[in-house]
């Protein structure tokens, strides 16, 4: 089994336990970042490394989920996002990028790994 690295952005200590398990469970090597900023800082240092983005588009600090996506997309325009949001939904038409997935909370964490897995696979589909 090939282990993928994805990258998670999530403040909320008790969803990065839970994704991150998930994610390890399903065969994914999750790196957690608690901010965008930090989060985009770890992207750009070590460019290549991962190969998907989960970003929760309402994560504390000044760059919230959608400017992470960004920065991963400057860095590889195909670069797979798996979006989570609880109020935001809305915005995913707008701003929302080819290749990505929104997740609406709750959901279960299973759903994320067929979520990821969808993605890295070649497709895309709203859920």
């Given at each position: 089994?090939?282990?993928?690295?994805?990258?998670?952005?999530?403040?909320?200590?008790?969803?990065?336990?839970?994704?991150?398990?998930?994610?390890?469970?399903?065969?994914?090597?999750?790196?957690?970042?608690?901010?965008?900023e930090e989060a985009v800082t770890l992207l750009r240092g070590n460019k290549g490394s991962y190969r998907a983005l989960v970003a929760d588009i309402g994560v504390r600090?000044?760059?919230?989920?959608?400017?992470?996506?960004?920065?991963?997309?400057?860095?590889?325009?195909?670069?797979?996002?798996?979006?989570?949001?609880?109020?935001?939904?809305?915005?995913?038409?707008?701003?929302?990028?080819?290749?990505?997935?929104?997740?609406?909370?709750?959901?279960?964490?299973?759903?994320?790994?067929?979520?990821?897995?969808?993605?890295?696979?070649?497709?895309?589909?709203?859920?």
């Amino acid at each position: 089994m090939v282990v993928v690295t994805g990258f998670v952005v999530e403040d909320d200590e008790q969803l990065q336990i839970v994704v991150e398990d998930a994610l390890t469970e399903g065969g994914f090597e999750p790196a957690i970042a608690p901010s965008g900023e930090e989060a985009v800082t770890l992207l750009r240092g070590n460019k290549g490394s991962y190969r998907a983005l989960v970003a929760d588009i309402g994560v504390r600090g000044r760059m919230d989920g959608w400017e992470v996506a960004k920065h991963a997309r400057e860095l590889d325009p195909e670069f797979p996002i798996v979006y989570m949001t609880g109020i935001r939904k809305d915005e995913w038409g707008s701003r929302g990028v080819p290749n990505s997935i929104l997740m609406t909370k709750p959901f279960a964490p299973a759903q994320l790994v067929t979520a990821l897995s969808q993605l890295l696979n070649g497709g895309t589909a709203a859920t």
